[in-house]
């Protein structure tokens, strides 16, 4: 099989460390949540960076089934943080228990302007895509 993209590398050593070094902007795309079923008909995108306050449903792991609003976003770990999904410390502190994205599922999302024009412009590509594919 020969290689799709020749600008990208496919040698396992060189993409975890471009995962592991990547810049924050890029961490933010890698970052990216699927939508739920009603979402995804509405907008006609199929998933979208994760931001501060959007409502999850977590769909892997212990905590499956556990709906929250994002408390946080830790971009240099991978994970989010979800409201009242936390353990326990040894000396009775609560501490936010880290969640990758990819996990889970958006059910609502914050929608501001800048949101919105992301949006329009995934679901525009995905227009022209589909034009592509009934002429050939």
Do not use: W
């Amino acid at each position: 099989m020969t290689k799709i993209n020749t600008s990208l590398h496919s040698s396992r050593r060189k993409a975890r460390k471009a995962h592991f070094s990547a810049p924050s902007s890029v961490r933010r795309v890698i970052m990216s949540a699927p939508l739920n079923k009603e979402l995804r008909d509405k907008h006609n995108v199929r998933s979208i960076p994760i931001r501060k306050d959007d409502e999850v449903l977590i769909t892997r792991g212990t905590n499956k089934g556990r709906e929250g609003k994002v408390t946080s976003v830790y971009r240099l770990k991978y994970v989010v943080h979800i409201e009242r999904v936390s353990r326990e410390k040894s000396n009775g502190q609560s501490v936010p228990i880290g969640i990758h994205p990819s996990k889970c599922v958006i059910t609502k999302m914050k929608l501001d302007k800048d949101r919105e024009n992301i949006l329009e412009r995934i679901a525009k590509g995905r227009e022209v895509k589909a034009k592509g594919k009934e002429k050939a």
